[in-house]
């Protein structure tokens, strides 16, 4: 049957597009732009949950929430990098995680930063 032969070509092609890096790069650079911290933060999040994420969308999700002030927030979301990627591709969420908390905290989270570093 040609119908069902076209529904179900249509149907691979929009789970492809669903699924485009590309494309939630370019939705998620919208929503940096035009939309509101809620709409951008949704954009990421939807992009990790189907996860078609990748390790620089993960370090700019991060950055986009320090610079916003949700330093807890940006933490999670390396920390959620990290369980997605395995090594050598995790190596630069690891850094710039690392890196952040120090420069956050500094000195007044010593068991926390502890268990980062042993990780």
């Not at 986009?64 to 390396?78: C, H, I, M, N």
């Not at 920390?79 to 956050?104: C, M, Q």
């Given at each position: 049957n040609k119908s069902a032969?076209?529904?179900e070509d249509k149907e691979l092609v929009q789970n492809r597009l669903f699924r485009s890096n590309k494309l939630w790069a370019l939705a998620i650079d919208m929503e940096?732009?035009?939309?509101t911290t809620a709409?951008?933060?949704?954009?990421?999040?939807?992009?990790?949950?189907?996860k078609v994420a990748t390790p620089s969308l993960i370090?700019?999700?991060?950055?986009?929430?320090?610079?916003?002030?949700y330093f807890e927030d940006a933490f999670r979301v390396?920390?959620?990098?990290?369980?997605?990627?395995?090594?050598p591709h995790v190596n630069d969420i690891?850094?710039?995680?690392?890196?952040?908390?120090?420069?956050?905290y500094g000195g007044r989270k010593l068991e926390r930063a502890r268990d980062l570093f042993e990780q």
């Amino acid at each position: 049957n040609k119908s069902a032969a076209l529904k179900e070509d249509k149907e691979l092609v929009q789970n492809r597009l669903f699924r485009s890096n590309k494309l939630w790069a370019l939705a998620i650079d919208m929503e940096e732009s035009l939309g509101t911290t809620a709409s951008t933060r949704a954009a990421y999040d939807a992009c990790l949950d189907l996860k078609v994420a990748t390790p620089s969308l993960i370090l700019s999700y991060a950055k986009f929430l320090e610079e916003r002030k949700y330093f807890e927030d940006a933490f999670r979301v390396y920390e959620r990098g990290i369980k997605a990627f395995n090594w050598p591709h995790v190596n630069d969420i690891w850094l710039t995680y690392l890196s952040r908390f120090v420069a956050r905290y500094g000195g007044r989270k010593l068991e926390r930063a502890r268990d980062l570093f042993e990780q």
